[in-house]
């Protein structure tokens, strides 16, 4: 019952913040297992896809514990916060390089595993970082992480369509990235007055303000003539 107490509207908000940025984040991920995958005869690629499923949990629950402490380190925010900045201006600024992965006739089924699980972990450190720095509640990060990894897996056809459609919700997602690093960085001064978590003060609003016009920026389309 304390628990539920706890619970507020704006929990359930950022764990639809986190799956959707999550989702958009993942889709370039998603194909890059999707093709580790594809070397292993296809009677074992699902199999292959479902280990390295239960291995991503796992490695997000442990980690998402470790960035939940050292998060609370003013260190660790300068360092984050400019990690999230370095890789949103780097995708912004330069786009991103596409690795290409070849095909190989044959290969070890437990080294296919091992390679999906290391890029899982590649994968997931950005969105890990970004979540812990919006909310203190491990139960948020955790959910919101782990409805991400069921969308790396099975839901990135859905956010390919919505990239197609608006082309900007890739760009939009690097921007939200950036905001939150800024934000981290903030929160290591420990600014009289600044509190993001408080609905009471102004940089509250301001925050969450800039995220949903930059998630409209996403849904813009210009007019083809």
């Not at 006739?105 to 994968?123: C, G, P, Q, Y």
């Not at 197609?164 to 934000?183: H, R, V």
Request: no cysteine; glycine share 8%; hydrophobic share 55%.
């Amino acid at each position: 019952m304390e628990f539920l107490a706890s619970v507020t509207p704006q929990d359930f908000a950022i764990i639809g913040f986190l799956v959707f940025l999550e989702g958009i984040l993942s889709i370039d991920n998603a194909l890059v297992l999707a093709l580790l995958a594809k070397r292993l005869p296809k009677e074992k690629q699902q199999k292959a896809l479902s280990y390295g499923l239960v291995g991503a949990f796992i490695f997000r629950f442990v980690a998402i514990g470790l960035a939940a402490y050292l998060i609370k380190l003013n260190w660790v925010k300068y360092a984050g916060g400019s990690y999230l900045i370095f890789i949103s201006l780097k995708s912004l600024l330069f786009g991103e390089k596409k690795d290409e992965h070849k095909e190989t006739n044959t290969a070890s089924f437990w080294k296919v595993i091992l390679l999906v699980e290391v890029t899982d972990i590649a994968f997931a450190i950005d969105s890990i970082l970004a979540a812990v720095a919006l909310t203190p509640k491990f139960w948020i990060v955790f959910t919101g992480g782990f409805l991400g990894v069921l969308l790396m897996r099975f839901a990135a056809s859905y956010f390919i369509r919505l990239l197609d459609q608006f082309p900007n919700f890739e760009k939009t997602a690097y921007l939200l990235i950036l905001w939150i690093g800024i934000k981290l960085i903030l929160e290591g001064f420990h600014l009289p007055g600044l509190d993001f978590h408080d609905t009471s003060s102004p940089a509250f609003f301001g925050f969450w303000g800039l995220m949903a016009a930059t998630i409209l920026f996403g849904f813009y389309r210009k007019k083809q003539l």
